[in-house]
């Protein structure tokens, strides 16, 4: 059964099949052993966080050198420890040592803290 590119105008698709068509692209990818960085929508914004969350780690977990996630806040407030473990759909005990992801880092984008950038260039007007 081959899903990649399906799509359905009279149902979501299933968790399943969302598995699937993952496992597909991420097979195509040459990610065995790499380190991941996850840039994933802070509360603001809606999407299946807590799914790709889960499914990423099912998917690359075994294979990447490391999994870390970014929260984009753009500006917004940053997010307290416990609603980013809400927003990808973990408990404190799954994230801490021996838990099921505690060695996947979520870091926080801080755009309060001018030291936390450095330019790399500059894009001139033609």
């Given at each position: 059964?081959?899903?990649?590119?399906?799509?359905?105008?009279?149902?979501?698709?299933?968790?399943?099949?969302?598995?699937?068509?993952?496992?597909?692209?991420?097979?195509?990818?040459?990610?065995?052993g790499?380190?991941?960085?996850?840039?994933?929508?802070?509360?603001?914004?809606?999407?299946?966080?807590?799914?790709?969350?889960?499914?990423?780690?099912?998917?690359?977990?075994e294979r990447a050198a490391a999994m870390d996630y970014l929260v984009a806040l753009g500006t917004h407030m940053a997010m307290s420890t416990e609603a980013i473990y809400m927003r990808v759909g973990a408990t404190?005990?799954?994230?801490?040592?021996?838990?099921?992801y505690a060695n996947i880092n979520i870091f926080s984008h801080e755009c309060d803290k001018p030291n936390t950038f450095c330019t790399l260039g500059e894009i001139l007007a033609s």
């Amino acid at each position: 059964m081959v899903f990649t590119g399906s799509s359905f105008s009279d149902r979501l698709l299933t968790e399943s099949e969302i598995r699937i068509i993952l496992r597909q692209g991420l097979d195509r990818a040459n990610l065995h052993g790499r380190r991941l960085l996850i840039i994933i929508p802070d509360g603001t914004r809606s999407g299946p966080v807590d799914l790709s969350f889960r499914l990423f780690h099912e998917l690359l977990g075994e294979r990447a050198a490391a999994m870390d996630y970014l929260v984009a806040l753009g500006t917004h407030m940053a997010m307290s420890t416990e609603a980013i473990y809400m927003r990808v759909g973990a408990t404190a005990q799954e994230m801490e040592d021996g838990g099921r992801y505690a060695n996947i880092n979520i870091f926080s984008h801080e755009c309060d803290k001018p030291n936390t950038f450095c330019t790399l260039g500059e894009i001139l007007a033609s």
